[in-house]
């Protein structure tokens, strides 16, 4: 895992509050080492993280998240019930579409120089994702699903919680900055790396 890496936070939050051990290997993402072969062996995609579980591999946090939530966690974080699940799912397909494509890229504009050229519209996307947010968590009050912090709130949070890093100020949306407050204050909750 890279500890810039938002979806590698995810899943260390969750494994955090779940009291679950596991083994952070980090690797030189200056030098591309998730795009060696020995790494891509791991994840085609070349991206991080990566778990392995009884000599399976899984990548992408999304299959983490619910490997661990379902394993660990019971149904309080992932619940037996379809509509439940539904819902939570759709909120998790959010972080990675919305949020990943407007917030995580405006950053990665900002820390690493990626597509400038197209630093506008990921800002564009990015403010527009907080919107929605902001808009959700005015009318369901603390989370984004079921009323409970569920897979959707760790989902969504490190990009949104990262946005200032792409230029996108959070103060407009104080929903979402009392929201991140309430994430960060859950029991277990560990703080994101600068």
């Keep these: 895992m890279t ?6 936070f995810k899943v260390r939050v969750l494994a955090a509050i779940l009291g679950v051990d596991y083994q952070n ?4 993402w200056e030098n591309k080492e998730h795009k060696s072969t020995d790494f891509l062996k791991l994840n085609p995609r070349g991206q991080v993280p990566v778990m392995e579980i009884e000599s399976k591999i899984l990548w992408d946090s999304t299959a983490h998240l619910v490997y661990i939530a379902k394993k660990y966690g019971g149904d309080e974080w992932f619940p037996p019930d379809p509509l439940e699940i539904a819902e939570i799912m759709q909120w998790m397909s959010f972080a990675q579409n919305e949020v990943q494509f407007g917030l995580q890229w405006a950053r990665g504009v900002t820390i690493y120089g990626r597509r400038p050229e197209s630093f506008a519209g990921y800002t564009a996307d990015g403010k527009l994702a907080l919107e929605v ?6 009318l369901t009050g603390n989370w984004l699903a079921l009323g409970r912090v569920t897979l959707a709130d760790i989902s969504c949070y490190p990009y949104v919680k990262r946005a200032p890093e792409g230029n996108i100020a959070l103060g407009p949306y104080p929903s979402v900055s009392k929201w991140l407050e309430r994430c960060e204050s859950l029991p277990g909750w560990i703080v994101m790396d600068p």
């Design 133 to 138: 947010l902001e808009k959700q968590l005015s």
């Design 25 to 28: 290997i980090r690797i030189d």
């Design 3 to 8: 500890e810039m890496s938002g979806n590698s």
